[in-house]
């Protein structure tokens, strides 16, 4: 078992990670009112959040509501709280746990970590099916029902113990969650310790399973598996359905196997074949709509930013036809212009006051 950590709690009293945390949790958000209030006097503030740590953190109440996401249709309930104290106490508190996180992650588990989105989950299953055909002739694909808010607190606080010994830290997390549906989609925190929940299930997988496939990768709460052949992964299948009803998760009945060299794998927008990738015709149309906004509109901010997110994912496919239809360099320059100008200035106001904490 590893050593766990202590020290933590102390870390969040320290001026320079508070102010640090400030500017990492309003990344994209400096037009805000709540966000330019507390711009006006980060030294003060700062001096406030770590007096409200010493005295016992308590979290506001949140804002919940409906949101449909353009990709896949699916509603899905968002939490969201103050910027002030909120907000900066969970980046401050993710400094300190994320590396401990880290350190235990399977290899192959992405989403919500950088460095490892949907392009690196894309790039893992092509180089699996190209390099591999036999050994992945079949797929095995799962989806975890309501996986946020089927979470059990505590469950996850146990689990934390496991690798954090100080008290006064993990009563700061345990504040953030109120527990009553699980983990709060919306909230910086969640998506780190939803990944830390499954850490058993993927080590289960790797080392303990009697049905080990021969790979396996994780996309937050969508898990595929690969094998030479249809029964291993029925019997993989069971083991999965049991293990995660020990962590009081449940699998869609939608879980389905099939062979690779017939059909394409669907996952993270991506459908993905030994001979490439193409985009997922849903997500395609909310790209194609973009583009065109931003070719024939005046540009937000948000909409540069969500057209440079899709450009990053133009890169990681089979897309020479949509540069050649449509003026993608443009719409690029348009959309660097704008963002350039509105982080100047905050990026030398970051590095005055970083160098003054």
Not at 136 to 152: E, G, M, N, Q, V
Not at 176 to 194: M, R, V
Request: positive net charge; charged residues 30%; proline residues 4%.
């Amino acid at each position: 078992m590893p050593k766990r950590k202590n020290g933590l709690f102390d870390n969040m009293l320290k001026k320079p990670n508070v102010v640090k945390a400030f500017f990492e949790a309003s990344k994209g958000k400096k037009e805000r009112d709540d966000v330019k209030a507390f711009l006006e006097d980060v030294d003060h503030n700062s001096d406030k959040i770590i007096d409200m740590l010493k005295s016992g953190f308590k979290a506001s109440p949140k804002t919940r509501f409906t949101h449909k996401e353009r990709t896949n249709g699916k509603v899905r309930e968002i939490s969201t709280c103050p910027f002030f104290p909120d907000r900066v106490v969970h980046w401050l508190a993710m400094d300190q746990l994320v590396p401990i996180i880290q350190r235990g992650m399977d290899a192959h588990s992405c989403g919500c970590v950088p460095g490892r989105g949907g392009s690196e989950m894309k790039r893992y299953v092509e180089s699996l099916l190209r390099n591999h055909p036999k050994e992945t002739k079949y797929c095995l694909k799962w989806d975890i029902h309501h996986f946020y808010p089927s979470i059990s607190i505590d469950r996850l606080m146990a689990k934390l113990r496991r690798v954090v010994k100080d008290e006064r830290f993990l009563e700061v997390i345990h504040e953030i969650h109120d527990g009553e549906k699980g983990l709060d989609i919306g909230l910086y925190p969640s998506q780190w310790l939803a990944n830390f929940y499954l850490q058993d299930f993927d080590h289960f997988i790797r080392e303990k399973s009697i049905n080990r496939p021969f790979a396996y990768a994780r996309y937050v709460d969508d898990g595929i598996a690969f094998a030479p052949n249809r029964r291993k992964l029925k019997k993989l299948m069971k083991e999965i359905i049991a293990f995660l009803e020990q962590e009081g998760l449940e699998v869609k009945p939608t879980w389905r196997i099939f062979n690779t060299h017939e059909e394409e794998v669907d996952i993270c927008g991506w459908r993905i074949s030994s001979d490439g990738s193409r985009i997922r015709k849903r997500v395609w149309k909310n790209v194609r709509a973009t583009i065109l906004r931003v070719a024939h509109h005046k540009v937000t901010l948000a909409l540069a930013r969500r057209m440079m997110s899709y450009i990053g994912w133009l890169k990681h496919g089979r897309t020479r036809k949509v540069y050649s239809d449509y003026p993608i360099k443009e719409v690029v320059a348009k959309c660097k212009n704008l963002i350039r100008k509105v982080s100047k200035n905050a990026e030398n106001r970051k590095s005055a006051l970083l160098q003054g904490a």
